[in-house]
């Protein structure tokens, strides 16, 4: 199974970049992994929220394939502890022939990113920014396979 990270925008901050790429060259030892950024939109500031989403999101779609299982980060979805991430991945691998996880921008996603949506998680019940949610979220695939092998990175 491929997976892949969608990421609106660039990432920023050097230091999460940094980290970002660390996570990803680690997890490519365990698994197919890719990060794929969509480039930010020009003249925001003339487009309301809801039509930025709407862009986004229409960018997005077109980097998916049909039969993508598309997994959303989002403050609603489901929270796992890292253990049960490691289950729930394991058991994405045996179902999906590619898994897709997509980041949002700061307004998050539009409804027809939600609707083409096969699952949502969450990070945390705390908000963090979506430049932070990068890399904690590149960290936490890499300790779900590390838990998978069953190598002593994750500690319980």
Known sequence: MKTVLILIGRTV???FAAGIDD???RTAHYMPFEVKV????????SLTESQQKEREGELALKLLQPS???VLLD???QELRSVEFAAWL???QNTARRLVFLIGGPYGFSPAVYERANEKLSLSRMTFSHQM?????????YRA??????EPYHHE
């Open 133 to 141: 949610v990068r890399l904690v979220f590149a960290e936490q695939i």
């Open 38 to 45: 969509i480039p930010e939109l020009k003249n925001t500031k």
């Open 68 to 70: 993508d299982t598309l």
């Open 13 to 15: 901050n050097k230091h």
């Open 23 to 25: 996570y990803v060259g």
């Open 145 to 150: 396979c590390t838990i998978m092998r069953g």
């Open 90 to 92: 394991q058991a994405r």
């Open 75 to 77: 403050e609603h979805g």
